[in-house]
């Protein structure tokens, strides 16, 4: 169904879950500007709480995290979350309210589960919290049965657990051993739990995967009840993960092993009922992602494709970054420095990128190209991206007809390349992303 143009593929392009990118960030932001910015942040707002520590570190792993083996790291680490959601709810308008909160990492059930409640405690009393959907990322491996109340508790209905693979050679070789029995009791932990929207991390591209691997991940995923699943290829780059230096890159699938995965993957979600999410994400119909991407709300933030539709999110904790309409800012990734930070009472944030009239226009664009396949492009935007446009072009992957840009059904896999033909900055950036497949 996909055409195939190892060319047009190779070239590494950002999976823009913002923009701009983090690439661009630089750090003349600092915490005078996100004070500012939540100072005004009327309306719905969304909050990200960061848990930068998991039980185990898998190999394949690009996350900003670190082992939970150390009681008083944990424990100093979520005071000073506790302090930075005063610091930050003192800031936020009366008007404001929250519609929204994730839990993510890491793996938010790497802390002790009544500290996880803890901490949803406070934003209940700091935050005006407004019937918020609630999401928590987890880690199946440390998912006990003392989490349902847990999630329960907090109301939570959105949950993402990560799978990667339900095959135990491939467990094995990334690092990520998890028996198909503790996957099994975490669905029921979760469902009990009153999880409506399950999904499950899902990788292609691992070190000896085969064909056959993946087709049975996909229908285990199926089989045990899904909303959702997010197949994402697997993206080696030791140099800037040394973890992944444990992994066999030599057994790695090449490119056109992979586009065949993820073709493949496509195709056999879709036979199953599943509705495509953009590039990456898949869901039942009757999910609220589904729904939104059929009625055009489809949005995209660092959570990756969403249905949250609000126009401000604030990230807490290590690393975290707030997004504004005019400022995106990332706190402190050290998670060290981020507690001393607190520790005298400061904000963390160290960088950020402020967004410009045209960094706005051009996302935009971006957003809709992502998000529903199709955007309207001015003339001078649209003359702007006509060189590295026109391969996509001649390829029949897009067409353009009176000022609109349309991505065929066909040429998902080559959706973020041709969204970064409208972004300025990858025609003056030397940093390198993942490929497109």
Request: aromatic share 8%; glycine share 8%; with cysteine.
């Amino acid at each position: 169904m996909w055409p195939y143009y190892p060319d047009l593929l190779a070239v590494p392009v950002p999976r823009y879950t913002s923009y701009p990118t983090a690439a661009e960030f630089a750090d003349d932001i600092g915490p005078a500007d996100l004070a500012d910015a939540v100072a005004t942040a009327t309306g719905e707002v969304s909050l990200y709480i960061h848990i930068p520590f998991c039980e185990k570190i898998c190999w394949y792993c690009g996350c900003n995290t670190a082992a939970a083996n150390r009681k008083q790291r944990l424990a100093s680490y979520m005071e000073a979350l506790h302090r930075e959601i005063a610091l930050v709810a003192a800031l936020l308008p009366a008007n404001a309210r929250v519609t929204r909160i994730a839990f993510g990492g890491g793996s938010p059930n790497a802390v002790a589960p009544v500290d996880l409640v803890r901490l949803f405690d406070q934003l209940v009393i700091k935050f005006p919290l407004d019937r918020p959907t609630v999401s928590v990322e987890l880690d199946p491996r440390t998912l006990t049965d003392e989490w349902q109340a847990v999630l329960r508790g907090i109301g939570a209905t959105h949950s993402s657990m990560g799978v990667q693979t339900f095959s135990p050679r491939l467990q094995e070789a990334i690092g990520r051993v998890q028996p198909v029995e503790m996957i099994e009791r975490g669905v029921e932990i979760l469902r009990e739990a009153g999880i409506t929207s399950m999904n499950f991390d899902l990788m292609y591209g691992l070190p000896g995967q085969t064909m056959e691997d993946l087709e049975q991940s996909l229908d285990c995923a199926a089989r045990f009840g899904a909303d959702r699943i997010a197949l994402f290829g697997y993206a080696h780059v030791p140099g800037m993960f040394p973890r992944q230096r444990q992994i066999d890159a030599s057994n790695l699938p090449d490119n056109a092993a992979r586009f065949a995965m993820a073709a493949s993957g496509y195709e056999r979600l879709l036979a199953a009922g599943y509705q495509p999410i953009g590039f990456d994400h898949f869901a039942t119909p009757g999910d609220p992602i589904a729904v939104a991407s059929r009625e055009g709300r489809l949005r995209r933030n660092f959570q990756g494709f969403t249905e949250d539709q609000a126009p401000v999110l604030i990230g807490l904790g290590a690393s975290a970054i707030s997004s504004f309409p005019g400022l995106l800012a990332q706190n402190e990734k050290n998670s060290g420095r981020y507690r001393e930070m607190l520790s005298q009472g400061r904000l963390t944030v160290t960088r950020g990128k402020r967004r410009s009239i045209e960094d706005r226009r051009c996302g935009a664009i971006i957003e809709e190209l992502l998000c529903r396949g199709r955007a309207r492009v001015g003339s001078a935007t649209l003359d702007a991206a006509s060189a590295r446009l026109t391969p996509y072009l001649k390829a029949g992957l897009c067409s353009l007809d009176n000022g609109h840009v349309t991505i065929g059904d066909h040429a998902v896999p080559y959706a973020r390349s041709i969204a970064s033909a409208f972004d300025p900055y990858r025609r003056q950036s030397a940093r390198q992303f993942s490929t497109a497949i």
